[in-house]
């Protein structure tokens, strides 16, 4: 069975440039969320889908960062306009049954993300 | 103060050794712990679960102590591969309704030792 795959693997931007992060979860997964790791800081939650819906959205640190799941299969990430400190690794996690918190969560290898 | 906290390390013991890692937790209504093992460059992989009657797998032996928030991870007879950075997990009750944000200490490194 194939994992949770992310693309692309590494990306390198400009600062003010825009970046679209794509994460497709393991096959009948309702459950997909992603996080970042920032160099030197733990890895952080970002945001849960439910299928189509956003169930948590809570980490999102602004508005300059917009996820959507259409269709409830796989989901995107876009970063709009790119700033310094966007920069690190952004994990895409999947799980498979709704109404389970500690379900396991199994994660993409992630996309490492450089702002200059 | 950091909701999950690690020894960073390093770590660094000779094959055959046994080795534990402690964590600290501060939101006292987490409801579910977990230890994640992470290799240099790759994803999150999760190891054990941990349970308050505590739970063995292998070599592996996980521990919650929820009277004094505090979550623990033994290593015996360590091997060569299992050099990485362990993870100390929770999901924060009370993050949000259905909520299952994982949230993550920012890990114990291990070099096992030939």
């Known amino acids: 069975e194939a994992g949770v795959t992310q693309f692309p693997s590494h990306s390198v931007i400009e600062k003010g440039q825009t970046v679209t992060l794509r994460c497709d979860p393991i096959s009948g997964h309702d459950n997909l969320y992603w996080y970042r790791r920032v160099m030197g800081k733990e890895i952080k939650f970002l945001l849960h889908f439910v299928k189509e819906s956003k169930q948590d959205e809570s980490g999102m640190p602004n508005n300059r960062f917009l996820a959507e799941r259409t269709g409830g299969t796989y989901s995107t990430l876009k970063v709009q306009p790119a700033e310094l400190e966007d920069s690190g690794v952004y994990f895409c996690a999947s799980s498979q049954i709704a109404g389970v918190p500690a379900d396991t969560q199994y994660f993409g290898p992630g996309t490492r993300l450089t702002v200059l | 103060r950091k909701e999950v906290e690690q020894d960073p390390g390093p770590f660094n013991v000779p094959e055959g050794a046994t080795v534990a890692f402690n964590c600290t937790y501060s939101?006292?209504?987490?409801?579910?712990f977990f230890w994640y093992r992470q290799d240099c460059r790759k994803e999150p992989k999760l190891l054990m679960s941990?349970?308050?009657s505590g739970n063995e797998d292998g070599r592996f032996t996980a521990q919650l102590n929820r009277a004094s928030q505090y979550i623990s991870l033994l290593i015996r007879d360590s091997k060569l591969s299992d050099s990485a950075t362990y993870l100390c997990?929770?999901?924060?009750?009370?993050?949000?309704?259905?909520?299952?944000?994982?949230?993550f200490g920012k890990g114990t490194k291990l070099s096992v030792i030939p």
């Open positions: 941990v349970y308050s």
């Open positions: 939101n006292s209504a987490s409801q579910s």
């Open positions: 997990v929770s999901i924060p009750r009370g993050s949000g309704a259905g909520s299952y944000q994982l949230t």
